[in-house]
């Protein structure tokens, strides 16, 4: 039970993604206010960045730069003392993508709002069926 214990602590940042996740798929599906939605959806995009940046590291590892003068046909490289890089520029662009979405969501929230007079999604509806 120890060992169990000590195994479910030591991966907090992946419980912490999946917490998160659970929070934003929450306000994204049970909430009738299209704001908390988009609050709903920036969160589960935070989620999933930490997640992937949290599988991305690598214990005792350093960046992908070899050393000046390293003559590659004399020496092999020994990848496992390198970290992969790629991870963390995904996530920069999936940051950048995330942002981008969320300032046009919150435009086009704001068009709802001045088309409709509520932001509300039952409310928004009633006035579409009329």
Not at 75 to 99: C, D, F, K, R, S
Request: charged content about 15%.
């Amino acid at each position: 039970m120890e060992d169990l214990l000590a195994y479910i602590i030591s991966r907090y940042n992946y419980w912490a993604a999946i917490i998160l996740l659970l929070i934003g798929l929450y306000g994204m599906i049970a909430k009738n206010n299209l704001l908390k939605k988009v609050i709903g959806m920036t969160i589960f995009q935070a989620a999933i960045i930490l997640f992937y940046v949290s599988i991305g590291d690598k214990r005792g590892a350093t960046i992908p730069i070899l050393a000046h003068g390293h003559d590659g046909a004399h020496q092999a490289v020994e990848a496992a003392a390198y970290a992969n890089p790629l991870p963390h520029v995904l996530m920069l662009t999936a940051i950048v993508v995330g942002v981008s979405t969320l300032g046009v969501a919150l435009a086009i929230l704001q068009k709802i709002y001045r088309v409709h007079g509520t932001i509300e999604e039952d409310e928004i509806l009633e006035t579409i069926d009329q």
